[in-house]
């Protein structure tokens, strides 16, 4: 595991301690999810939201990353910083935020777009779901 040096300390702890891992049950309301492959390396992100049909925040998160680390540190990052946010704030968090929170280097960048891609389906499909749009 030398290569695990070169990762900053906070991947680490969302590698080790990964926040908000799981699924909705089926029969829970309000929920988005976000299935997306990385083309590169075949890792895959399940991200879901679950959305106050009211307020139209994000209540709640969670996911399943079968990746590298640091995908799966990406997507736990991005369980919490998404969460109470609206719909259009969620959509505009960049990979780029991601990877500079987390510090990741140029090569892992591509792991962190797992996770915009990944919120990005999400809200997609919660609004493919729900009529009218918000
Ligand atoms: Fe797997 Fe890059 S090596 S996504
Ligand atoms: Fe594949 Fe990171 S190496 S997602």
Redesign the pocket.
């Given at each position: 595991l030398s290569g695990t040096r070169y990762y900053h300390e906070k991947v680490i702890d969302h590698y080790e301690h990964p926040r908000n891992v799981g699924s909705f049950a089926k029969t829970e309301t309000g929920v988005g999810t976000g299935l997306v492959g990385?083309p590169?390396?075949g890792?895959v992100m399940k991200l879901q939201i679950k959305v106050d049909d009211d307020t139209g925040k994000i209540v709640d998160v969670k996911f399943k990353t079968f990746?590298?680390g640091s995908?799966i540190a990406s997507s736990s990052f991005m369980t919490e910083r998404v969460r109470g946010l609206t719909l259009d704030e969620a959509g505009q968090i960049k990979n780029t935020e991601i990877a500079k929170e987390l510090c990741l280097p140029p090569v892992k960048l591509?792991?962190s777009m797992l996770a915009e891609d990944a919120i990005k389906a999400a809200i997609k499909d919660y609004r493919s779901k729900r009529t009218p749009n918000r």
């Open positions: 990385a590169a390396c890792d990746g590298c995908a591509h792991c």
